[in-house]
């Protein structure tokens, strides 16, 4: 069964930067994953931030940015609003059965 | 505008079942991917199953966890999406999302862009 590893939290102060990661348990994450990234707020549907690990959606801030760092997935925010407070998922492809995995989630607090 | 609305959500006995719905606008939901997510209460995001556009023959694909539980169909003429569940256990408590998925190889959209807000399902005596 795979599974895709996030940090559990991270703090941010207003204006700084932080990097969010995501980790597979089948190895190395590739551009073949395309991963894709999502921010959910409390009472809210996820939305999505950014896909095929840097490509940005029409309505995602430019201060967030995809990357592939160190054999993970990664997701940097710069420049955090206190507005970014949020879960973050991260959502992995493998092709097969399952198609994809989502990760275990990130919460980032902005204090 | 792309919306997705769910509905059909509600409090069933364990071993009961329930359909849910997905009522899709501003594109044809034949055209894409469809997919279900659901997230427990405080937990995570969790992908229950996925059925392909109408060119892939609207195939379908399961998370294995589910055991052959779940179905997925639709219904062109209504521009919707179902999610029939059965033998529905406590552990299927959980908010059920419907989105439009696209997330396969050589797929010309963007993966996982619209989602819905959720149907609540409770499974409890």
């Known amino acids: 069964q795979t599974v895709v590893t996030q940090e559990p939290s991270l703090t941010v102060s207003p204006g700084g930067t932080v990097t969010l990661t995501c980790a597979s348990s089948t190895g190395a994450v590739i551009s073949g994953n395309y991963p894709a990234w999502f921010q959910q707020k409390p009472g809210q549907a996820p939305r999505a931030l950014i896909y095929g690990t840097a490509n940005k959606h029409s309505w995602t801030p430019a201060r967030f940015s995809g990357s592939l760092l160190g054999g993970k997935a990664a997701l940097t925010l710069s420049g955090v609003q206190p507005e970014d407070e949020a879960e973050y998922y991260c959502?992995?492809?493998?092709?097969?059965?399952?198609?994809?995995?989502f990760g275990t989630g990130t919460k980032v607090t902005v204090l | 505008e792309v919306q997705l609305v769910e509905s059909g959500g509600g409090l069933v006995q364990p071993g009961g079942s329930l359909r849910l719905s997905c009522a899709g606008s501003?594109?044809?939901?034949?055209?894409?991917?469809m997919d279900w997510v659901r997230q427990a209460p405080g937990k995570g995001l969790e992908w229950v199953g996925r059925?392909?556009?109408?060119?892939?023959?609207?195939?379908?694909q399961y998370a294995a966890s589910l055991k052959g539980r779940f179905t997925i169909s639709r219904d062109a003429s209504k521009n919707s999406l179902y999610l029939h569940m059965s033998s529905l256990k406590t552990e299927d408590t959980a908010l059920y999302y419907c989105?439009?998925?696209?997330?396969?190889?050589?797929?010309?959209?963007?993966?996982?862009?619209?989602w819905g807000r959720g149907t609540l399902v409770t499974v409890s005596s």
């Open positions: 501003g594109f044809s939901l034949s055209d894409h991917y």
């Open positions: 059925t392909g556009n109408k060119a892939y023959s609207y195939t379908t």
């Open positions: 989105v439009r998925g696209n997330f396969y190889a050589g797929s010309i959209y963007p993966p996982f862009d619209y």
């Open positions: 959502l992995l492809y493998y092709g097969g059965a399952p198609p994809y995995v």
